[in-house]
């Protein structure tokens, strides 16, 4: 009697090594640009100037966070005006939902920093240790000289890569000359210096080691992403009918075999290591990198390219007949697409118009409540207020301030003999207030009288309000 | 493919047995082990290094010599370094300038609300409205003058205080020692009728006459006060002990004063300009 020993399955596989070949095509092509573009937008985007008058920065992009301000451009976002953000990110995960319920995972496969960075290593890695085979002959040898010389230079350019990256993100929040002279002459902020350090770190490992650990294992969108994609998406795919059963390929004709010939191409470019041909998998990142190699290997041997491409799950049957799967275009206008794309344009249209319509000038007023009123020697009843004014222009601004209520109430400020305050450029000034009502006035003796603090800019005649009350003597 | 195995993995057992269930022996894995060792030893290095050990009177001070009091001791002497030269220039300067200069001026404000909420707010109000027998602050009526140099001299040398030569003392009779009921009941009308409340038109008749011989010394023939004395006005709507007729009686039958400490022993001429400056600001300063 014997019993076959079957190990007890693991909650994590040991990780098999994965050696991407290098492959030449137009989905390569347009990885190359995106990546290109990707990796220029964000290394360059915090050195480009913006002037913005003497007192503001000028940096073009800058996250403020001592001044608590987010200029992009000529934009300029004060803490308040956060929903600007939120609704960029609100944007951004529609945009993602749009294209995942179109195209499958192509932000997983062209456009998210763990795959560009990773591509990146990847090309550093074969620019120095040589293409698949090469590699796979390294890994396997004996620590030796020459395996020591190759790795360590390889580590060494990742790093450089990895400080980089770390580097270009702290330029975000800060003048980015003066931090990079400062962190070379070692005076920086330690908060940027352990900012580049944890970055340098993540983009080090996830880049150079965990790769497809992290698509896998730790990236939650995988999962949300698959609820986005329905039987219309369309999604990289190996095309069964045509390519099996898959054989060696033979000079001479064969009717019994299908179109692949097992050569391997498309599980060796692969970044996630996965056989595609399997079937649609949650490692696939639709990097399309397979039906690169696919198509190439179909040229070669004079068969219609197409083996591995980008097909839609209600298309299967047609094809599978031998008609030809419908337009692409109608795999991309459906109700699902145009929905996101509507309420994505809607949300957009909206921030736009926030955007023009928003007010330069900010005003609240809070009534001193300590106490609620004071009595002067004539009888009249005075309240105080702290009027916060907001000055969002870069430079300073008089604003001169009224009050509205149906009784005569007397309006002063402090320290000043008029009813106008400076306000410095871009900041907020406290304003201390007082309104005085005389003893015969309706409001001395009204426990709560409601009234409008009108604040109004002297040049632009820009207005803005905001409401308040008086409180009155009650015996 | 993958079921269950039907046995456990033969670990054995450590040898332990209850009733016929025996535990198997299955160790805590090394790098836990290590981490908990590790941690006793941090533990046992920490409470060396640091004050850790209750004593009868304190802790073992540990050998770093670490001590949070120390510490906030050093950040206090920092902060006042760091304000040295702005309380240098905040006595120099004359106290009518110190608004005009702007650092100066936020300084002696900021300081001035911190001094008041900590020495004065007790009887004047956390806000500065007073209460009756403390004056508020925020209104225009002062027994001793309203401009920064009177605030000033009122703070640093009190009133009413003993200890201080130069404290400022109101004197008012307790004029139920000589006065009859009705007198005071007719001076309580006139005072009353000047300061336009409701009062008895003939007892205020009688009562303006008492007025004139009694009053009139300090608070002046009409009413108005005298601020060198320390005398009300009592023609206006601020009472500091009530405009009743009772709270009027009363205080011509006892007389009321009011007590403030000298407070230049206790502050410092830079926090005494700094409360000057505050409560002059709050809305009452002449």
Redesign the interface.
């Known amino acids: 009697m014997s019993q076959i020993e079957?190990p007890?399955?693991q909650l994590y596989a040991k990780r098999e090594p994965i050696f991407p070949r290098r492959v030449k095509g137009r989905f390569r092509n347009l990885k190359w640009w995106i990546m290109g573009v990707t990796l220029a937008i964000y290394y360059i985007t915090p050195w480009l100037r913006w002037d913005r008058g003497p007192n503001l920065p000028d940096q073009a992009v800058l996250v403020d966070l001592a001044n608590r301000r987010f200029f992009m451009f000529w934009i300029e976002i004060w803490p308040q005006e956060f929903y600007f953000v939120a609704g960029l990110l609100i944007m951004a995960g529609l945009g993602l939902f749009l294209f995942t319920s179109a195209l499958g995972r192509v932000w997983c496969g062209y456009a998210c920093p763990q795959t560009v960075w990773t591509d990146l290593f990847i090309l550093v890695e074969r620019w120095i240790e040589g293409d698949r085979n090469a590699r796979v002959r390294l890994w396997n040898d004996r620590w030796s000289l020459r395996k020591w010389r190759l790795r360590l230079f390889k580590w060494a350019v990742w790093l450089l890569i990895a400080v980089a990256t770390g580097g270009a993100w702290v330029f975000y929040f800060a003048d980015a000359p003066t931090l990079l002279a400062d962190m070379l002459a070692g005076q920086a902020a330690l908060v940027a210096y352990i900012s580049v350090a944890v970055l340098t770190a993540t983009t080090f490992f996830f880049g150079g080691f965990f790769r497809e650990q992290i698509c896998i294992y730790a990236c939650p969108w995988p999962r949300i992403q698959a609820a986005m994609m329905d039987e219309d998406t369309l999604t990289v795919a190996y095309r069964d009918w045509r390519g099996e059963p898959r054989g060696k390929l033979r000079t001479i004709d064969n009717a019994d075999q299908g179109d692949c010939i097992d050569c391997m191409a498309c599980v060796n470019v692969c970044p996630m290591g996965i056989d595609i041909r399997n079937g649609q998998q949650m490692e696939c990142i639709t990097c399309a990198l397979c039906i690169d190699a696919c198509d190439e290997v179909m040229d070669r041997i004079d068969k219609p390219r197409g083996l591995i491409g980008y097909l839609a799950a209600t298309d299967e049957a047609a094809e599978r007949a031998g008609t030809p799967p419908r337009k692409v275009w109608k795999h991309i206008f459906r109700p699902r697409t145009v929905a996101y794309t509507l309420i994505w344009g809607a949300i957009g249209l909206g921030l736009l118009v926030a955007l023009f319509i928003r007010s330069d000038i900010d005003v609240s007023v809070a009534q001193?409540?300590?106490?609620v009123s004071?009595?002067?020697?004539?009888?009249a009843v005075?309240n105080?207020y702290d009027v916060r004014l907001k000055n969002m222009q870069g430079e300073a601004r008089t604003f001169r301030i009224s009050i509205d209520t149906d009784d005569v109430l007397r309006l002063s400020i402090?320290?000043s003999e008029g009813l106008s305050v400076v306000v410095p450029p871009d900041s907020t000034y406290n304003q201390?207030m007082?309104i005085t009502a005389r003893?015969q006035d309706a409001a001395a003796s009204t426990a709560r009288t409601a009234l409008r603090l009108w604040v109004e800019d002297v040049q632009s005649g820009d207005r803005a309000y905001a409401d308040s009350a008086f409180n009155g003597r009650v015996q | 493919?993958?079921?269950k195995?039907e046995k456990k993995p033969d670990v054995g057992t450590t040898g332990h047995e209850w009733d016929g269930i025996e535990e198997l022996n299955n160790p805590l894995p090394r790098w836990w082990l290590w981490s908990f060792y590790a941690t006793i030893v941090w533990a046992l290095l920490y409470t060396v290094a640091y004050p850790a050990w209750p004593l009868i009177s304190g802790a073992t001070p540990g050998v770093l010599g670490y001590s949070s009091r120390a510490e906030l001791a050093a950040d206090i002497a920092a902060f006042d370094a760091e304000n040295a030269p702005l309380e240098a220039r905040l006595v120099s300067l004359e106290l009518d300038q110190i608004?005009d200069d702007p650092e100066v001026g936020n300084f002696a404000r900021a300081g001035g609300a911190a001094v008041f909420r900590t020495v004065c707010a007790q009887c004047h109000?956390?806000?500065a409205?007073g209460a009756p027998g403390f004056p508020?602050l925020?209104?225009?009526?002062w027994l001793w003058g309203g401009d920064l140099n009177a605030i000033y001299t009122t703070i640093k040398n009190g009133i009413r205080d003993e200890a201080d030569p130069d404290a400022r003392f109101s004197q008012m009779p307790a004029f139920g020692e000589f006065l009859t009921r009705d007198e005071i009941r007719a001076l309580t009308q006139h005072v009353l009728n000047i300061s336009g409340q409701e009062n008895d038109s003939t007892l205020a008749a009688t009562g303006a006459e008492l007025f004139a011989d009694n009053c009139a010394s300090c608070h002046g023939s009409a009413g108005t006060g005298d601020r060198e004395q320390g005398a009300p006005?009592l023609t206006?709507?601020?009472w500091l002990w009530g405009n009743t007729p009772e709270a009027i009686a009363t205080t011509i039958t006892n007389a009321r004063f009011g007590v403030m400490p000298s407070w230049q022993s206790r502050l410092t001429e830079a926090q005494i300009r700094q409360v000057a400056v505050f409560v002059h600001?709050q809305?009452g300063g002449e």
């Open positions: 079957t007890e399955p001193i409540r300590n106490p004071v009595v002067l020697s004539d009888g005075r105080a402090e320290g201390r007082y003893p | 493919m993958a079921r195995p608004a109000g956390a806000g409205g508020n925020l209104d225009d009526d006005n206006d709507a601020i600001q809305g």
